[in-house]
């Protein structure tokens, strides 16, 4: 590891020696601040900019992040004196998150809606808060080709969500090619990697959603929904008991019904007559398809240690077979507040202690496929001492994870004076990293940079 990286403050400091993505961040925070919420354009390194080589991933801050960004690298030439730029004479950009992208139109708008109909070839939604599919939902007005819809890709839920509540003639139109809509954009729906078939070898399912990316998708929990609904199809309608506060534990539960149709989900919880169920959010690994690499993207996400439903840790034991084959080029993951966030007020999120505990998971099933099939302890827990949030000494584990860059999203700007709170959680997790030692490279994301991992 690069003396470099290991100072590096913001994540466009770290560059992979031999990247295998290039992502833009058009935002980065998680409010807030509407004009940076999360929105990603992530690209194979291998590719040039051409039609259908982008993902975005999440669309909060989306058009409006790119044009800010064409209009801090375009260049100041007067078109009006030179002939003006096209497909066969085009403005090439020499710096900046879209440096070597080739532009056929003068005005940084015009090129804006250029990049998004052309270029980008899928969104792929993490989750339907609006923090995350608002820049999508405006920008669907710049869409004008009914015969080729733009695709948006995400977990059934989330599209469920998004066609009841945004694409209906109401929040707004109907601009989906479901329902009699006017055809400007088309669904995929993804299914959770645990509930497809494995490829040969072992191979778990990938989806091509751009040129050189494919995307493998985890479902996890990101707080919880106190309203009825239905989930893929499914509506869960048992009455249950809790035996415990759900926003602080998880929860045990049972079913007063014995009828086959009306068995719980292992979402559904009930406290005090009110249903509850853990809100679906997505972590997707993406694979470059020239070098094999990937990336691990997570969208809002909650401890498994305060979940209805902790489905973090099978997100964890997968990435661990990647660290270990030396596959896996980074995580971006949110950590949206400060350690002095008490649990209750969390709301879903991530903070450094709780990242911490996350990412020892990842380091002990990292360990545990590291160490010989024949010892004896290979699946025992060994007993840690801890710090004042439960984290394991550094003794524990050891820096399984040396090298791996994590990079910091969707911080929620506290408006405050002071110290920015995105410098105070990146010091918070690189002093409770030099405790545990892990041996992980911490950045911040920043709306308007790009990185390569």
């Not at 800010?68 to 730029?85: D, G, Y």
């Not at 893929?232 to 602080?248: K, Q």
Request: proline letters at 5%; one cysteine or more.
């Amino acid at each position: 590891m690069r003396g470099a990286e290991a100072d590096a403050t913001n994540a466009g400091d770290i560059i992979s020696t031999s990247p295998a993505f290039h992502i833009t961040f058009l935002g980065a925070g998680g409010g807030p601040n509407e004009d940076n919420v999360m929105g990603l354009l992530v690209k194979s390194s291998a590719t040039k900019w051409t039609k259908g080589s982008v993902l975005a991933v999440d669309a909060g801050t989306h058009l409006a992040g790119i044009i800010r960004i064409l209009e801090e690298h375009l260049p100041t030439t007067n078109f009006r004196e030179t002939s003006q730029p096209d497909s066969t004479n085009p403005i090439v950009l020499s710096s900046g998150p879209f440096a070597n992208l080739e532009l056929p139109c003068q005005s940084a708008g015009a090129n804006g809606a250029y990049m998004i109909r052309d270029l980008i070839a899928t969104y792929l939604i993490t989750h339907s808060h609006l923090d995350h599919i608002s820049g999508l939902i405006i920008n669907t007005a710049a869409l004008n080709d009914p015969k080729n819809p733009k695709r948006v890709a995400a977990l059934p839920s989330a599209i469920d969500a998004m066609k009841d509540h945004i694409f209906n003639d109401i929040i707004w139109p109907n601009l989906s090619d479901e329902n009699g809509g006017a055809g400007l954009v088309t669904f995929i729906r993804l299914e959770e990697s645990e509930k497809t078939p494995l490829e040969d070898k072992g191979r778990r399912t990938y989806v091509e959603l751009c040129d050189g990316l494919s995307v493998n998708c985890w479902s996890v929990s990101h707080g919880q929904c106190r309203k009825r609904h239905t989930q893929n199809g499914i509506d869960a309608g048992a009455r249950e008991t809790i035996t415990s506060n759900p926003l602080t534990r998880r929860a045990s539960r049972f079913a007063s019904s014995s009828k086959k149709a009306e068995q719980p989900h292992p979402n559904d919880y009930v406290d005090h007559g009110e249903k509850f169920r853990a809100y679906n959010s997505a972590a997707y690994f993406l694979r470059d398809h020239f070098t094999g690499k990937e990336a691990l993207i997570f969208g809002d996400v909650e401890p498994d240690s305060l979940s209805l439903w902790p489905r973090t840790a099978r997100v964890w034991k997968e990435a661990a077979t990647k660290v270990v084959r030396g596959t896996l080029a980074g995580i971006l993951i949110e950590c949206s507040f400060p350690n002095s966030q008490v649990d209750e007020r969390l709301y879903g999120h991530l903070n450094p202690h709780h990242l911490m505990i996350e990412l020892h998971v990842l380091a002990s099933s990292v360990q545990s496929l590291q160490l010989p099939e024949d010892m004896p302890d290979r699946t025992k827990r060994r007993k840690r001492t801890g710090d004042q949030y439960g984290l394991p000494s550094a003794s524990g584990i050891g820096p399984v994870l040396a090298g791996l860059r994590i990079i910091i999203t969707h911080v929620k700007n506290t408006l405050e004076d002071g110290l920015a709170v995105e410098d105070t959680i990146l010091a918070q997790l690189r002093d409770l990293e030099k405790k545990a030692q892990l041996g992980v490279v911490f950045a911040m994301s920043k709306a308007g940079t790009s990185i390569w991992l």
